[in-house]
């Protein structure tokens, strides 16, 4: 009995470990995403701007 509860622990943990791991790589991805947006109209103005 007890060491399914740890088992079941243990996957609680690794599920938790993973979501926390994507959630950090989702808010990095967007960052990148917002940094490009951000360089790529900075760069667009300035060719405007001649």
């Known amino acids: 009995m007890l060491w399914s509860d ?3 622990r243990e996957r609680d ?3 938790r470990r993973a979501q926390a791991m994507l959630r950090r790589a989702m808010l ?3 960052v990148a995403a917002a940094l490009a947006t951000a ?3 900075i760069t667009a103005f300035s060719t405007l701007r001649g």
């Open 6 to 8: 740890d088992q079941q």
């Open 39 to 41: 360089i790529t109209a």
């Open 28 to 30: 990095l991805l967007a």
């Open 13 to 15: 943990e690794e599920l």
